[in-house]
């Protein structure tokens, strides 16, 4: 994993070409899912991707369930549905293979970059603290801060900033770490025939432990998520 970033610099900032062509494939691919899903929606028995789609978002409701009151979970049902199959998608594209061209690696997961993991949880960040907002108006929202004694003020400002951090950095971490070590093993393959022979299965275990880490690793992201909503959306209760 010591390859390059296909980066340009365009008025100062710094621009990742890889993030960037890994995000619209992984967008693509839940949009497909989705246009997949409800070209031909049935009222019988669900058929395909429809049958595929509609568990997909009874499992999200089950999530939403256990995080926060089902009424008011309705309204991030499709939120999390989004952000469920966008992760989920997005930690499995780096698992096949990767694409390198001129020592610069172009094909991976997205999630394996710190800006696109801490992108998704400063937007969930800020839809739980407009949910704070509209559920309890600008006062308890406010005392949400004082809560459950005055004192704690700092540590609830605090906690805004570290369950960020962490909500962000968890799923980076894990989905990194599993790439580099893929891309270990590959490069061990490519010693000898000998070599190649004792990476091979290495190889395949740890690709299926990935794919097990990087659906749980989607399932915590979103659990996560909808707690922080509900933390905040809640607080009058």
Do not use: C
């Amino acid at each position: 994993m010591g390859h390059g970033a296909p980066v340009v610099v365009w008025m100062g900032l710094r621009f990742n070409l890889s993030t960037m062509l890994m995000d619209v494939v992984a967008a693509t691919i839940v949009f497909i899912i989705a246009w997949s899903g409800t070209r031909s929606l049935t009222s019988g028995v669900p058929r395909g991707m429809q049958n595929v789609l509609e568990w997909v978002i009874e499992f999200v409701r089950g999530i939403i369930g256990s995080a926060m009151n089902p009424r008011l979970g309705e309204r991030y049902l499709f939120l999390a549905t989004t952000l469920l199959l966008f992760i989920f998608v997005a930690n499995m594209l780096g698992l096949p293979f990767a694409v390198i061209v001129s020592d610069e690696l172009w094909w991976k997961s997205p999630t394996a970059d710190p800006h696109v993991t801490l992108t998704l949880a400063i937007a969930v960040l800020l839809v739980a603290h407009y949910s704070g907002l509209r559920e309890n108006g600008l006062g308890g929202y406010l005392r949400s801060y004082t809560r459950p004694h005055f004192l704690f003020l700092p540590i609830n400002i605090v906690e805004q900033f570290s369950n960020t951090l962490t909500h962000g950095m968890r799923l980076y971490g894990n989905i990194y770490a599993g790439e580099v070590l893929l891309g270990l093993l590959a490069q061990a393959a490519k010693v000898g025939l000998w070599a190649m022979f004792l990476a091979a299965a290495p190889l395949m275990v740890w690709q299926g432990f990935s794919i097990f880490v990087g659906t749980i690793q989607s399932f915590v992201f979103v659990m996560l998520a909808m707690v922080y909503i509900a933390h905040k959306a809640e607080t009058h209760a």
